[in-house]
């Protein structure tokens, strides 16, 4: 298993958010403890590095800027096929 180096939490409130937010992000041992997280949650993980690279450099609680929005859509749509496969 590989060293996590970055992880970025992102959340998304259609009815009062316009675009998805980062929640969390960290490297080191504040990345373990976001994916952490996560699986205690049993929330979906996704790994793109780069995204991660560029998720990281917007501020905690800030919308994701408008050229990240395709990016992220596809995070969003790997999200919704991945919780969705039980019905």
């Known amino acids: 298993m590989?060293?996590?180096k970055k992880a970025v939490a992102?959340?998304?409130d259609k009815?009062?958010?316009?675009?998805?937010k980062v929640k969390a992000s960290g490297r080191g041992?504040?990345?373990k403890n976001?994916?952490?997280i996560a699986k205690e949650y049993n929330l979906p993980?996704?790994?793109d590095e780069d995204l991660v690279e560029l998720l990281s450099k917007v501020e905690i609680d800030k919308e994701i800027p408008q050229n990240l929005y395709k990016a992220v859509a596809e995070v969003f749509s790997f999200v919704?096929?991945?919780t969705n496969t039980n019905d």
Do not use: F
């Not at 009815?15 to 998805?20: L, S």
């Open 2 to 4: 590989s060293k996590i």
């Open 10 to 12: 992102l959340k998304y």
């Open 34 to 36: 976001i994916i952490k």
């Open 45 to 47: 993980i996704k790994k």
């Open 29 to 31: 041992d504040v990345a």
């Open 80 to 82: 919704y096929r991945v």
């Open 15 to 20: 009815q009062k958010d316009c675009a998805p």
